[in-house]
């Protein structure tokens, strides 16, 4: 087996799901990763942590996998952390209204295609007529999109209604890519559909993560470490050192120089524009261009079970989804007596909402929830917590979407990675763990 000393060195900055995928993507190449983290935990935006009055663990907005995500799939399942998202019972999604319409999403009956298929035929909320136009919007809609086309071009051209859009596509596009149909790159909604929905398989399954998201990076540290890897938390890159036009280590906040055959940047743009010398930053000004989406996420813990599914999707609130914390998390039986009903309510895209101070929005929602669910209005509220992610994911329009840029960033030794890199897919776990295995194959190559 080679020594650490003769692995070319990779340094990694940035430790959420890109760093994590990069560090754990080299090191299977046969490089010794140095990975950089400015705070001190890993996971960046997917990340978790304890409420100190409940003892729940919270994430920083409540986060859903597909299983279609086979990057990151495959480095957790190098952590051996897998088995944390993997479909234990397959979960249908509930549809529900303050008019008391009530649908579900149950796309397995069946396996692969033929279960999404059934799953649309069967929902009771649209007529016979518009579940035919909405399968074959959908496989019409994951055939192709011209660059220029947002997600509501494409499923115009796929001959999808109004009503269709609104009641159906919208939904599933906030979802999934955090923005609505009117402005969202309709090559990532094609993207999604050809993935997730008709990728066959599993591919279609929707995975909850069952313990808090930094549950699935915990064995990140050890497992670098018994492969001659380190981990430097809370150790900011401050600048990368060149040789000529080439980068060959990054110096960072703790005073060291740590060089390197390669240089992973895994961090957001501005933080990525940052790093650059100023003969480089004007290369890619228009980086600047790319707008982040917010995401407000509501936790909530009442005094009784809320007899609710497991995954609610909203219609007509602004309440969009509920997850029943309760039903997917472990819990001890003393945070199960003493806040028995625990949930979590997202809303992507929530621009107006992310002004509002938090006693307003959990009000706000508490009234939607009850009058979706009656039965809530039972049970009292006795703790709540609001986290705003002002900068959640990157807006990406077909006109952004061009500005992404591409793991071998152009510049000798310097490769880039994050859910806003050129990878094709919405800016996901998925999207960002793939662009950090692009970026150490690429390094790999090269090194
Ligand atoms: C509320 C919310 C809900 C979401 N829901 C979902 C979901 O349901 N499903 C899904 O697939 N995705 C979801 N996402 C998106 C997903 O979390 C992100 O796409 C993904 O985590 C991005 O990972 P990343 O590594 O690209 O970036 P980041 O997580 O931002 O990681 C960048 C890291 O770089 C570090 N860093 C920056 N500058 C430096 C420096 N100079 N030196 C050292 N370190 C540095 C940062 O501290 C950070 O840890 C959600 C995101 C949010 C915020």
Redesign the pocket.
């Known amino acids: 087996m080679d020594s650490v000393a003769n692995k070319p060195r990779c340094i990694v ?7 994590i995928a990069a560090a754990v993507e080299a090191t299977l190449l046969g490089m010794s990763v140095v990975l ?4 001190r935990y890993v996971g ?3 990340r978790s942590f304890r409420d100190e009055l409940t003892g729940d663990e919270l994430d ?6 597909m299983g279609c995500y086979q990057n990151l799939r495959h480095i957790l399942r190098e952590l051996g952390t897998e088995s944390l998202l993997a479909p234990n019972d397959p979960v249908p999604i509930v549809f529900a209204s303050a008019r008391g319409e009530r649908d579900v999403f149950n796309p397995y009956r069946w396996s692969g295609r033929l279960g999404v298929a059934d799953g649309l035929l069967r929902l009771q909320s649209f007529s016979l007529a518009e579940r035919l136009r909405l399968l074959i919007g959908g496989i019409c809609a994951s055939l192709g999109a011209d660059r220029e086309m947002t997600a509501s071009d494409v499923l115009r051209a796929c001959r999808q209604s109004e009503s269709l859009i609104e009641r159906f596509w919208e939904p599933l596009v906030l979802a999934t890519l955090n923005a609505p149909v009117s402005i969202a790159d309709g090559a990532l909604l094609r993207a999604v559909l050809q993935r997730a929905i008709f990728g066959g398989g599993d591919s279609h399954y929707l995975l909850v993560p069952r313990a808090g998201l930094s549950k699935l990076w915990q064995p990140l540290e050890r497992w670098l470490t018994e492969r001659g890897g380190t981990i430097r938390l809370g ?3 401050e600048d990368l050192v060149w040789l000529d036009d080439r980068v060959i280590g990054v110096a960072t906040s703790t005073g060291e120089e740590i060089r390197g055959a390669a240089v992973i940047a ?3 743009p501005k ?1 990525y524009v940052r ?1 650059l010398p100023q003969r480089y930053r004007s290369t890619v000004a228009f980086l600047a261009q790319l707008e982040t989406m917010p ?1 407000v ?1 509501v936790y909530l813990w009442y005094d009784r079970p809320l007899v609710i599914p497991p995954v609610v999707g909203l219609w007509g609130t602004t309440a969009q989804w509920v997850f029943d914390r309760a039903a997917f998390l472990e819990r001890s039986d003393d945070q199960q007596q003493r806040y028995p009903g625990h949930i979590e309510v997202t809303i992507s895209a929530a621009h107006a909402l992310a002004q509002q101070p938090t006693d307003a929005i959990v009000a706000h929602v508490n009234r939607e929830l009850c009058t979706v669910f009656p039965q809530m209005k039972k049970a009292r509220l006795l703790h709540w917590r609001v ?1 705003k ?1 002002r900068s ?2 990157p807006l990406l329009t077909p006109k952004t979407s061009r500005l992404r840029l591409s793991a071998s960033s152009g510049i000798a030794g310097l490769y880039v990675a ?3 890199t050129a990878t094709g897919l919405p ?6 763990a793939a ?1 950090g295995i692009a970026a150490a194959r690429a390094a790999a190559q090269m090194a």
């Open positions: 900055i940035g430790a959420g799901v890109a760093g950089v983290e400015a705070h960046g935006r997917a920083n907005g409540q986060h859903v996998a150790t900011r890159a895994a961090v957001p933080a790093l995401i996420s986290i992610e959640a994911t994050g859910d806003w800016a996901t776990l998925e999207g960002a662009s």
